[in-house]
């Protein structure tokens, strides 16, 4: 991985990180906004400046180098310096391009930094993009309605003629038939309603009457108790321990993937997360386990007698 990556991994959770001897890359939280030119929203973001004044080391980008790849804090800033000088050379003829974090470029002796924009560093914004919006065209749509309205016939319908005496008879007598039917169908339904709420009634009493119901057993049967004889696993190879959580979790993803039963078992007091490649109820059973990791996996890989 080259430097560049390392200093994108820390973006995301600081606000500077300092390169010795080259500069500082420093985070700005901005709000979300519109922009009328291209008709868009963009989401909250993290805006990225260089400052080639910062240049005083701070151990965070070389511990964080030295803690990801496993290595000495001396070989981690060999590393840094080793790059830095190579981004010098390439200044001289070229523009050096930070992948993920944006472009630099040497004008009148002065180190000039165009950022990237498609990588948004503010976590609170992740999964959100930039939403093209839409011209709305309401008044256009309106326009176009009023003109068709200008162009459409007017139709008149013709006079009704009025309906004879003797239709106007039969509708009355319809109408009375209909109310008897319905008067009819009235007080059925209303006996049927009665009936059924006489019966939801006496469904109740009954159900009260079986709560309040006692029933007293004279010999209940003797309380069975069961002693389950927890084992401890107190024994632990450990896979390594990491300052930064993220790369403990993925520690814990790549061991259980090849098949072990790998877990954090927690912050030790300089603020590390251990890591295990498994935990064992006895020594015998670890010292086993370790020595088959120690010669087929990992040479580094030490045991933690602890109690969790």
């Given at each position: ?171 009355i007598f319809i109408i009375g038939l209909s109310a008897i039917g319905f008067g009819r169908k009235f007080y059925k339904d209303n006996k049927n309603q009665q ?114």
């Open positions: 991985m080259n430097l560049a990556n390392y200093i994108s991994d820390l973006l995301y959770r600081y606000e500077c990180v300092i390169v010795p001897d080259f500069g500082g890359f420093v985070t700005n939280n901005k709000s979300a906004k519109i922009d009328f030119a291209r008709n868009s929203i963009q989401a909250p973001y993290k805006q990225i400046t260089f400052n080639a004044h910062l240049i005083n080391n701070d151990g965070l980008l070389a511990n964080y180098i030295a803690s990801v790849d496993k290595i000495s804090y001396a070989c981690a800033l060999n590393y840094i310096k080793f790059e830095i000088e190579a981004w010098q050379k390439k200044l001289t003829n070229e523009d050096l391009d930070l992948e993920h974090i944006g472009t630099i470029s040497i004008v009148e002796k002065q180190l000039i930094f165009e950022p990237q924009l498609k990588n948004n560093y503010l976590t609170s914004s992740f999964g959100l993009s930039t939403i093209a919006g839409h011209e709305i065209k309401r008044e256009i749509y309106k326009k176009q309605v009023e003109k068709l309205e200008e162009k459409a016939p007017i139709i008149f319908s013709p006079e009704r003629k009025k309906a004879p005496n003797y239709l106007k008879y039969a509708a009936i059924i709420i006489a019966a939801q009634q006496q469904q109740k009493d009954i159900e009260r009457k079986i709560e309040s119901a006692t029933f007293v057993i004279t010999k209940p049967l003797p309380t069975l108790q069961l002693e389950i004889d927890k084992q401890k696993k107190n024994f632990h190879v450990i896979a390594g321990a990491f300052r930064f959580p993220e790369n403990a979790d993925r520690k814990v993803n790549q061991l259980l993937r090849v098949g072990y039963d790998a877990r954090i078992l927690g912050i030790n007091k300089w603020d590390l997360s251990v890591v295990s490649y498994g935990s064992f109820s006895t020594r015998e059973e670890a010292y086993e386990n370790l020595a088959k990791i120690k010669n087929n996996v990992e040479k580094d890989a030490w045991m933690l007698i602890q109690e969790f």
